[in-house]
């Protein structure tokens, strides 16, 4: 008689956003960890709360403005895990 074997995969981490929250923009420069579970790439990006400058997040209260410096290229990468056979969505 063999084992069970239960696995579970790391989750998405912080897709809203919302960590670490707070007032005010914080402009995210290549390679900044700001937002927690995320690493930025390329050219300045705002991370702000939901309402700052006329724009509400689509979900949660703080948002990443792509293109706040007019300039384009910039990323947002995160790793997690996957379960073999599974089929995995990332809206």
Do not use: C, K
């Not at 995210?28 to 995320?38: E, I, P, Q």
């Amino acid at each position: 008689m063999g084992l069970a074997t239960i696995v579970s995969a790391a989750p998405f981490t912080n897709g809203s956003f919302e960590s670490p929250g707070g007032a005010g923009l914080v402009l995210l420069g290549n390679g900044s960890a700001f937002v927690t579970g995320w690493t930025h790439g390329g050219s300045n990006e705002g991370y702000t709360a939901s309402g700052d400058f006329g724009i509400n997040a689509a979900d949660g209260t703080h948002y990443i403005s792509r293109g706040f410096t007019s300039a384009t290229g910039g990323t947002l990468l995160q790793t997690f895990d996957t379960l073999i056979g599974t089929i995995h969505n990332v809206d």
